[in-house]
């Protein structure tokens, strides 16, 4: 095992606690260009605009040079999304292309998973679209106005500014798909690739499940090389009991998972599958996540409050990151590493984000997100895209299997340098009724009400999208909605204090 030196970075530079809403001015994206896929670096690896699909590139190796909130992290937006008292929601990691944001949302109960995709205004959270006859528990890929996403057993595009389906593929091996677009392409898990504009099959290698990656113009599975063109072998991995995780500057990072139970990482030459180097990591934890860029690889394992960097070269440990809280996943983002985090409190637990100076080793800010009191709680990769991070809090599935009524929450981060003028406290929107909502019949009359403190009339405006299409089209501290005959409806409440501050929360209506 490489030698360690080992260093504690707990000094904290400008903590800022999350309690204040947006108090900035509007958010301006990085466009993507509509007659490119994005820039292939000097790796092969294909970086485009803003953050197009999970992991940030076609790589996956949540590298970018896209700066966060300089010099801190000062405020935040968010969005709730509810749950039922039987179900959770759980979020993907979001992918934000132009003005918007795409997201995945999983529902999940004992008995089944549900869920949808949907586009929100980057700068409000508006929602854009909903797509909830699409079963999406996959982040979408986002190239060319498109929308790639994967169900069950199909292969959705979708026009990214309005939800409209383009074109539809259901065939064998389909299932939960994720995908990387290159040269007008959609390759998938499972060994297709399709035409991006017509969804035309252009090859399959049935019976490959692992996921797909792309780097050095080659298509990585966890079981070997493909030609792009024609899907072609071009070489196969050795080792059976692995998965690729990443790839960057000409290698492919993989875990191995040997018969002892130990896991390792170790990288093989992008072109030709040559063994370079491997790292064992310290106690045998199990690897988390990988992250790659600038020369080094950003290692988390499960149940860690650690971050190893391993130099991407010869494989040795520079440098140890001990932190104080458990961390998850990292983004590498113009020399700064944001790491989402759990922290343990006496009866809950704190979500965190927390940026750490790369050549320092120093931590510029974090930011905490609020208390949970959650069995599991999942804080999704940072995504960092012109000057803020983009992050999703989730419960993850109890112990004991059942569920009541966990919500998720997406956050916005940024930094503003105007004098805060505010009360100090944002909004904070919830719903509630008299009638049982898990026990209602077409036809029947809901009222719903705001549970938020202080709705006087000089306080907060209330308003209500009550029909699901995106609209506030009702104002106040109540409303009554109709439950559909069949289908569901979801309801959404907005909330804007005085300070401009807001928050949304929703319920879903629907007949038993």
């Not at 490119?36 to 670096?41: E, F, I, L, V």
């Not at 929100?120 to 890929?141: G, L, M, N």
């Not at 026009?159 to 409209?164: F, I, K, L, V, Y």
């Not at 297709?192 to 969804?199: M, Q, S, V």
């Amino acid at each position: 095992m490489p030698n360690e030196e080992r260093r504690t970075f707990l000094k904290t530079v400008g903590i800022a606690v999350g309690a204040a809403g947006l108090t900035g001015t509007g958010v301006t994206l990085a466009q993507q260009d509509d007659d490119s896929d994005g820039d292939t670096g000097d790796d092969g690896t294909v970086h485009a605009d803003g953050w197009p699909t999970r992991g940030g590139n076609m790589a996956r190796n949540r590298s970018t040079d896209a700066s966060g909130p300089v010099p801190r992290a000062t405020n935040h937006r968010k969005m709730d999304f509810e749950a039922s008292s039987d179900e959770l929601i759980q979020l993907g990691e979001p992918v934000v292309v132009g003005e918007t944001v795409y997201l995945s949302v999983a529902v999940r109960n004992a008995e089944s998973t549900d869920g949808y995709v949907a586009a929100y205004d980057a700068a409000t959270f508006e929602r854009q679209w909903k797509r909830d006859d699409i079963r999406v528990t996959t982040s979408p890929t986002v190239v060319d106005g498109t929308a790639y996403v994967g169900t069950d057993d199909s292969l959705f595009a979708l026009n990214a500014e309005t939800g409209e389906t383009e074109w539809k593929r259901t065939d064998e091996h389909l299932y939960q798909p994720e995908t990387v677009v290159v040269d007008g392409r959609v390759y998938t898990d499972g060994g297709y690739a399709y035409d991006a504009e017509t969804g035309e099959l252009l090859w399959e290698e049935r019976g490959n499940s692992s996921r797909v990656f792309y780097g050095n113009e080659t298509l990585h599975y966890s079981t070997g090389a493909r030609n792009p063109d024609d899907g072609s072998l071009k070489w196969s991995y050795s080792w059976h009991n692995n998965s690729v995780h990443t790839i960057s500057d000409g290698l492919v990072y993989k875990i191995l998972y040997p018969a002892d139970g130990t896991n390792q990482l170790y990288t093989t030459s992008a072109d030709d599958d040559s063994s370079e180097w491997s790292y064992s990591y310290p106690d045998n934890s199990v690897i988390r996540s990988v992250t790659v860029g600038d020369g080094s690889a950003f290692i988390t394992t499960w149940g860690s409050d650690t971050v190893i960097e391993v130099d991407a070269e010869t494989g040795t440990a520079s440098e140890i990151y001990e932190l104080d809280v458990g961390t998850q996943f990292v983004t590498l983002a113009d020399g700064v590493l944001y790491v989402g985090g759990v922290k343990q409190l006496d009866d809950t637990k704190e979500a965190v984000v927390l940026a750490i100076d790369v050549q320092t080793g120093e931590e510029q800010w974090r930011y905490t997100l609020g208390e949970w009191d959650y069995e599991l709680l999942t804080v999704r990769t940072p995504v960092v895209v012109d000057e803020k991070v983009y992050v999703t809090v989730s419960p993850s599935w109890p112990y004991d299997d059942t569920p009541d009524g966990e919500k998720s929450t997406l956050f916005a981060l940024e930094y503003s340098d105007e004098e805060d003028d505010s009360d100090g406290q944002a909004p904070e929107a919830c719903i509630e009724s008299s009638s049982n909502l898990d026990d209602l019949e077409a036809g029947d009359t809901v009222r719903l009400e705001t549970c938020s403190t202080c709705y006087t009339d000089e306080g907060p405006t209330h308003e209500w999208d009550t029909n699901g299409d995106g609209e506030y089209d009702e104002t106040g501290h109540s409303v009554e909605v109709t439950v559909p005959d069949c289908e569901s409806l979801e309801v959404t409440l907005r909330i804007t204090d005085s300070d401009g501050d807001t928050d949304t929360a929703s319920v879903i209506i629907a007949p038993n």
